[in-house]
C-alpha cells in the first residue's frame, strides 16, 4: 500500500455536528424495539410485555484507563462491556446504549472514530443498538460515559437480594486474570518510563491482558439459564473483586457466606503472573476487579444442572446471617474472614 | 444559630460506597413504573403499552460551567433539567434519570450533596426518580452525565422530520436571557479577577441570571398539548440557539424555513442587557443557546388554539425546501439567511 500516513484531524476542524455524523455514520440496528436513533432530541424504544433495565459506568482517563497501553478500540468495546455486563446481572438482555464522551483536544477525530470502532464492535457481538450520546470536549482527560438499556420478562430478573441460606455460590469464567494483566501492563509502563528504548516483554501474558483491555460480558450464562430453566436467586457481577461483591450480596440478601479457595476458578497465566510478581494470586481473584464474571446464587435443586456445566464454578454455599463471611483456605481447615479489600486470618 | 462552621469531608474519606450511600439516602419514587432504583446492578423500569425515550447529555466543567459563579445546586438542578428538556422535546414524559458524576479531589463530600440536592429538587419538580448513577473519581475537573428516561403513546412522539409546508413555527418563552445572563457572569467575573474586592453588579438581572444557571424545562407545553389534543408536526429544544435549531429541524424535515425577527419572543431585561453590552438582542436569541425552550411546528389548523397561548409565541411559517432559510428584519421588508452561527445579510 502506498497509502500516506495522514494528520491527526484536530476536533475543532470537524464541528460538533461534523463530528457526530462521521462518528455515527456506520450505526446499524440490531434490535426491532430501537425505533428511534441518533438524530432527534432523544432514542425512541419499544419493549412490549418487558420491563426495562438501565444502568451506567463513567470511564475516565487516568483513573480506569491509561491511554499509554490503552489501545483506544479496546477502550471503546470495555466501555460498552462494562456496562452490559450489569444488565446480564439483572439477568436481563442489553438492547440499546447511548455513549457520551468528553475529550479534550489532544485527542484527535480519528482517535475518537477508533473508540467508535470498538463501541460498534460490542455492538455487533451483543447486538445492541447504539441509540443516543454527547459528543462534547474537555479541558483535560477522556472521559467515556455508557448507558446500557435492556429488557427481561419481570419474573426473570434476578436482584441482589435473593440468596437463601443453602443456596449455591457460583461464579463464571475465572477470577483474577484482568488484575493480573494490569500488574503487567504498569510493570512494563515503569520500564518504559526508565527506559524509551525498552520493548515491553509481554509474551505468554495473551489472556490476561485481553481480559483487562478488552474484557467480555457473560451473556452465553444468561443465555444458558433461560434454556435451562434456571432462574438464579441473587446474582451480581465482579467488577470490584470478588470478596467486595459476596459482601453486597449477601448483605443486600441479608445471609451468610462460605466460599472454598481451592473452588475459586483461578487461570494458570493468572497463577504465574502473580507468582512472577510475588502476590498471591488468590488475592487477584479476591480484591483485583475488573473481571466482570458473574457471581450468582442458585438453589440446591439446581445442583445436578450446574455442576458439570463449563464456565461455571461452584465455589461455596449461603450461610446463616450470622455466620458471617469466610473462606476457607486451601490446603487447611483454617476460616479466613472476607473483608471489602483485602482479607486477614482470624487463626492466628 | 451556633452551629460551628464544618471543615469539608474529603472524598477519600467516605470511600465510594459511604459516598453514594450519603449522595442517595434521601431518592424517593414518584413514578410506580421505578421498580428497582439504586443499590443493584441496574435499575428496573416497567412501562406499559408505551414507548421508552431516552437522552443523555454531559455538562463538563469549563465548557458547560464555570465553578466560579455556578452555585453547586443550580448546577445539579441544571443537569437534570437540560434532559428533561430532550424528553419534552419528543413530546413525551420524563420518568426516570441516572447521574453519573466524576469529581477530582478538590471537591468535596459536601460539595456533592449540594449537587445532589439540586438533582433531588429537580426530581421533586418534575416528579422524575433518580433510579441509578455511577460517582467516580477525577484527575481534573467535575464531568456530570445524566440520562433521562421517559414515556408516550407511540402516535404521540413528535420528531424532527413532520414539519410541512404552511405549518406554523412556534416557539415557547422568550429566547436570548440565558445567553445574557452568561454575559454578565463572565462580565463580572473578569471585573472580580482584576479586582478580588470588587462586588459583583448582578442588580436587576435575576430573570438573566436564572435563566443560565437554573433553566426550566417546558413540562407544561407537553401538557397543555396534550389537554388540548394538539400534535406538532415536528419539535426540538433550543439548546443551541434558534438558528441551529430551526435548521436542525427544516434539515430533517426537508422544508424551509421563514420566521419574522419582530416576532422572537425577547425578554426586555435580556434587551437592555445586550444593549447595554453594545450586542444585539436577536443574536442573542438567534445563536445564544441555553435557552431549553420548544421549537415547533403545527399545521395551520391549530391556528386559533395556539394563536392566544400564553408562552407561546408564532414567529413564522414552513417553506418550500428550495427557498431555504430566512428571516425578514425587523422594521424592514430585507430577508436575512439564517445560518447555524451568526447571520448575514444578502441584501448588501
Not at 491482558?209 to 460480558?217: D, G
Not at 473481571?291 to 450461610?319: A, Q, W
Request: aromatic residues 6%.
Amino acid at each position: 500500500m502506498n497509502e500516506e500516513q495522514k494528520e491527526p484531524t484536530p476536533l475543532t476542524e470537524v464541528g460538533e455536528f461534523g463530528l457526530i455524523e462521521r462518528l455515527t455514520k456506520n450505526i446499524k440496528f440490531h434490535q426491532k424495539s430501537s425505533l428511534v436513533g441518533v438524530g432527534d432530541d432523544a432514542a425512541v424504544i419499544k419493549n412490549e410485555d418487558e420491563v426495562t433495565v438501565v444502568t451506567t459506568d463513567m470511564l475516565v482517563e487516568g483513573v480506569h484507563f491509561d491511554l499509554l497501553y490503552t489501545p483506544l478500540k479496546h477502550l471503546g468495546y470495555k466501555s460498552v462491556v462494562v456496562n452490559l455486563s450489569d444488565i446480564y446481572a439483572m439477568n436481563a438482555k442489553p438492547k440499546q446504549i447511548t455513549v457520551s464522551i468528553a475529550a479534550s483536544n489532544r485527542i484527535s477525530v480519528e482517535a475518537l472514530e477508533e473508540i467508535y470502532e470498538g463501541i460498534q464492535l460490542a455492538c455487533e457481538i451483543y447486538k445492541v443498538d447504539l441509540v443516543g450520546g454527547d459528543t462534547t470536549s474537555s479541558l483535560s482527560g477522556l472521559i467515556i460515559s455508557v448507558t446500557a438499556i435492556g429488557t427481561a420478562s419481570e419474573s426473570r430478573i434476578v436482584k441482589r437480594n435473593g440468596a437463601k441460606e443453602n443456596d449455591l455460590i457460583c461464579v463464571s469464567g475465572d477470577l483474577g486474570a484482568a488484575y493480573a494483566g494490569l500488574q503487567v501492563l504498569e510493570r512494563e509502563k515503569s520500564v518504559y518510563q526508565e527506559n524509551q528504548n525498552m520493548q515491553p516483554d509481554l509474551s505468554g501474558k495473551d489472556y490476561i491482558l485481553e481480559r483487562q483491555l478488552k474484557p467480555e460480558a457473560r451473556m452465553e450464562l444468561v443465555q444458558f439459564f433461560e434454556k435451562e430453566g434456571i432462574q438464579p436467586s441473587a446474582m451480581i457481577d465482579i467488577s470490584d473483586g470478588l470478596s467486595s461483591e459476596l459482601i453486597h450480596l449477601a448483605k443486600a440478601s441479608e445471609v451468610g457466606i462460605q466460599i472454598y479457595e481451592d473452588k475459586i476458578p483461578i487461570d494458570p497465566t493468572t497463577v504465574t503472573t502473580m507468582e512472577e510478581l510475588n502476590l498471591n494470586p488468590t488475592l487477584a481473584a479476591l480484591n483485583g476487579g475488573e473481571d466482570y464474571e458473574l457471581l450468582f446464587t442458585i438453589p440446591l435443586d439446581y445442583h445436578d444442572k450446574i455442576k458439570n456445566t463449563p464456565g461455571v464454578s461452584i465455589i461455596g454455599h449461603v450461610t446463616d446471617k450470622n455466620a458471617g463471611y469466610f473462606m476457607v483456605a486451601k490446603g487447611t481447615e483454617s476460616m479466613v474472614e472476607i473483608k471489602a479489600q483485602g482479607w486477614q486470618s482470624n487463626m492466628e
